[in-house]
């Protein structure tokens, strides 16, 4: 007879509290699937006498996460509480110092202190499992550290942040302003009062500098992650997009180049017929591309307490049956440093959507601007406005800028650049030129 697994949980909210049900509810199957019983013995959190959704009658309190961290009675520590600060990281490094494994769903930790915690827990031989942190429910972490193993990869690229898809989604079916739906999606409850860390990019870098370590070996670091985030994307652009075969998405992205481990966060038009341009509303995705399987896309809820939870009871259920891997998939001491990406010198195709005043000679200088970046054009759409708020048929009337936009063949980002500070400058624009990369399949 195997002794059962004790667990001390420090968190009861949203993942916490699932977390609680999930292994009630399993019980007895996680007994035979995983060959000895799971039980929550002890659980801390901010408040003991807040009512919540589960009972946590027979389980022990314990004031301080820290203390219920190194808990004689504890075989594992779960931490749900969340931030990259204390008490979270205080908890944890005293678990795995007094030689407990931990479960952590806990992506800003990760983010900024997942080297270290790696190393202390390869020290002290327990586990570090965080399958949870990234894209929720979807099991990405095992299939980059366990599943693809015989793989080299040659991309990784995803939608991590459901707010995002979600605001992106909405512009996109009901021609709505990015204002607009970054208000209902604060109604709706799936962006935050302050959505800055979701729209900006700065949860995507997170997760994305995780996947990239587990990928391609890159300490994790969200400072080399190059961020851009959605609020500068308009309803032409989605409209734009639609008509030429792409969507807008805020995609993730780690591609190994010969200048490093490029990382970056923005908006990127892929192909309508990608899977990854399928996914739509809070969903998540990610896609990898390796060199024995192919690619293959991994689809589902990144957040939710249940979805979130079905990914902390997987990392419970291997340390119950004996499983330990390294927490970023090789050695920590074999994690390469990684640099931030050059992104002037990122090579793609690019969309651009520019306001060219309309007279004569404007495409022209436009056209020369971009040869001679060597900017080659698949495409070209101009757009007429259609009515002139100032005069109609009136030969003297002020002419409306005329929406142009551009489709590149692969250049880079630094000659699109130059191409655009100069057709500014020649005046034959109005305001700033948007400018989205395009990723291929
Ligand atoms: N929610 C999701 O869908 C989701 C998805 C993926 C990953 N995650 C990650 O999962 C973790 C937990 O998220 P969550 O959504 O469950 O958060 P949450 O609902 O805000 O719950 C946080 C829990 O931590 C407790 N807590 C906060 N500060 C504490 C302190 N100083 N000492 C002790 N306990 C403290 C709270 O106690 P009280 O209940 O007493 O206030 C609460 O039970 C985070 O790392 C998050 O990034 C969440």
Known sequence: MVAPLKLGLAGLGTVGAAVVRLLAGQREALEVRCGRAIEVVAVSARSRVKQRPIDIGNMRWVADPVALATDPEIDVFIELIGGEGDPAKRAVEAALTSGKSVVTANKALLARHGVALAQLAEQQHVALNFEAAVAG?????????????????????????????????????????????????????YAEADPSFDVDGHDTAQKLAILASLAFGTRVDPNSVYIEGISSIAPADLDAADGLGY?????????????????RVHPTMVPKDSA??????????????????DAITLVGPGAGGMATASAVVSDIGDIARGVRTAPFGRPSARLVRSEKAPMQRHEGGYYIRLLAVDRPGTFATIATRLAEQQISIESIVQRHPGVRPHGGDNPASVAEPVPVILITYATTEDAVRKALAAVESDQVISGKPQVIRIEKN
Do not use: H, W
Not at 276 to 293: L, R
């Open 276 to 293: 990854i341009a399928q996914v739509m509303g809070v969903t998540n995705a990610i896609t990898v591309d390796a060199d024995a399987v």
């Open 137 to 189: 429910g979807i099991p990405i972490v095992k299939t980059l550290r366990e599943g693809l193993v015989g793989n080299e990869l040659a991309r990784i690229y995803g939608i991590l942040n459901g707010t995002c898809n979600y605001i992106l989604t909405r512009m996109e079916q009901e021609k709505l302003s990015f204002a607009e739906c970054l208000k209902d999606a604060q109604r709706l409850g």
């Open 247 to 263: 969507r807008i998405k805020l995609l993730g992205v780690a591609v190994p180049t010969d200048r490093g481990i490029e990382q």
